[in-house]
């Protein structure tokens, strides 16, 4: 509520000098608000541009060196692993998301033994990197089994987290996968790895070039509609969040991010919990990055 008026009130004084309009910011944006997305592929001393992405590239586990220590000196806080995966590796039911030596594992005992907790690691749970089908889940014609695919992501999101793992973020848009990671994940005393939900995932054609990253764009099946939320759905987003942070979420995410800020803005204002936005590839100049929005809104919800 406003109180004072004009002469007395003069909105302009916090802004005449960069300091003061400095202080009295109520969205600031930093390095500290990123996540950097790092995409893995085999070999050594690689480092591959990606076609549908200019200026972005995917590094051998060797290479993490140079890009994680960058990432580090900016000053942002956590860098999200995902896999290219050889089609040679793939098949219907995403072993290799299972193999200890795999792409995302590899990446992240890398990064912990040699930088140790100066950033934080987040690694993707889903299927879609390793099935021959590039769906998220195990596929049975062209039905998606949701409980049956519970069960391999959950043993993922553990095999992540034994290898250092700090934040674990299924993407995958199963009913009830956060209840079964986050059980999974107390059971094998890993209580500290914190739950990251894209618990808003919209099925978009946004989509492109991140699939293209990961190998899966070409093997993808039909679409993902019928997990992926429909884009006119705005109160569902909210039952899927609450869902989740009943389920044990520690934080959850909107997925794509600016066509979708009022669903940011309801989520953010119907829970208090830390809201994060994924700016996806093909939304601006084919860049991408995860954007922690949730400072927007802080000051209102205090």
């Given at each position: 509520?406003?109180?004072?008026?004009?002469?007395?009130?003069?909105?302009?004084?916090?802004?005449?000098?960069?300091?003061?309009?400095?202080?009295?910011?109520?969205?600031?944006?930093?390095?500290?608000?990123?996540?950097?997305?790092?995409?893995?592929?085999?070999?050594?001393?690689?480092?591959?541009?990606?076609?549908?992405?200019?200026?972005?590239?995917?590094?051998?586990?060797?290479?993490?060196?140079?890009?994680?220590?960058?990432?580090?000196?900016?000053?942002?806080?956590?860098?999200?692993?995902?896999?290219?995966?050889?089609?040679?590796?793939?098949?219907?039911?995403?072993?290799?998301?299972?193999?200890?030596?795999?792409?995302?594992?590899?990446?992240?005992?890398?990064?912990?033994?040699?930088?140790?907790?100066?950033?934080?690691?987040?690694?993707?749970?889903?299927?879609?990197?390793?099935?021959?089908?590039?769906?998220?889940?195990?596929?049975?014609?062209?039905?998606?089994?949701?409980?049956?695919?519970?069960?391999?992501?959950?043993?993922?999101?553990?095999?992540?987290?034994?290898m250092g793992c700090d934040v674990i973020a299924p993407s995958d848009m199963m009913d009830g996968r956060i209840g079964k990671i986050r059980s999974a994940l107390d059971k094998n005393n890993l209580k500290d790895?914190?739950?990251?939900?894209?618990?808003?995932?919209?099925?978009?054609?946004?989509?492109?070039?991140?699939?293209?990253?990961?190998?899966?764009?070409?093997?993808?099946?039909?679409?993902?509609?019928?997990?992926?939320?429909?884009?006119?759905?705005?109160?569902?987003?909210?039952?899927?969040?609450?869902?989740?942070?009943?389920?044990?979420?520690?934080?959850?995410?909107?997925?794509?991010?600016?066509?979708?800020?009022?669903?940011?803005?309801?989520?953010?204002?119907?829970?208090?919990?830390?809201?994060?936005?994924?700016?996806?590839?093909?939304?601006?100049?084919?860049?991408?990055?995860?954007?922690?929005?949730?400072?927007?809104?802080?000051?209102?919800?205090?």
């Amino acid at each position: 509520m406003i109180t004072g008026k004009y002469p007395n009130l003069r909105l302009r004084r916090s802004r005449k000098y960069a300091w003061s309009r400095k202080l009295v910011q109520e969205s600031s944006l930093s390095y500290s608000d990123f996540i950097l997305p790092i995409f893995l592929i085999e070999g050594k001393n690689k480092k591959e541009s990606i076609k549908s992405m200019p200026n972005v590239f995917r590094y051998s586990v060797d290479k993490l060196n140079t890009v994680v220590g960058k990432a580090i000196k900016k000053g942002i806080p956590m860098v999200a692993l995902f896999p290219y995966t050889s089609r040679a590796k793939k098949d219907e039911k995403g072993s290799e998301a299972l193999n200890p030596d795999n792409l995302v594992c590899r990446g992240i005992k890398f990064i912990k033994k040699k930088f140790k907790n100066k950033i934080g690691i987040m690694c993707d749970v889903a299927l879609d990197p390793y099935t021959s089908h590039g769906h998220d889940g195990l596929l049975q014609k062209s039905n998606i089994l949701n409980d049956k695919t519970l069960e391999i992501l959950a043993k993922q999101a553990v095999l992540q987290a034994k290898m250092g793992c700090d934040v674990i973020a299924p993407s995958d848009m199963m009913d009830g996968r956060i209840g079964k990671i986050r059980s999974a994940l107390d059971k094998n005393n890993l209580k500290d790895v914190q739950i990251l939900s894209y618990a808003v995932k919209f099925s978009s054609s946004f989509y492109g070039p991140f699939r293209d990253a990961v190998g899966s764009k070409k093997l993808l099946k039909s679409d993902k509609k019928t997990y992926q939320m429909d884009f006119r759905n705005s109160d569902e987003s909210l039952r899927e969040v609450s869902l989740d942070i009943k389920e044990g979420a520690d934080m959850v995410m909107v997925k794509p991010g600016m066509p979708y800020l009022d669903i940011i803005k309801r989520v953010k204002d119907n829970f208090k919990i830390p809201v994060f936005a994924y700016q996806v590839s093909d939304e601006k100049d084919y860049s991408i990055a995860f954007v922690v929005i949730h400072k927007k809104y802080e000051k209102s919800n205090n």
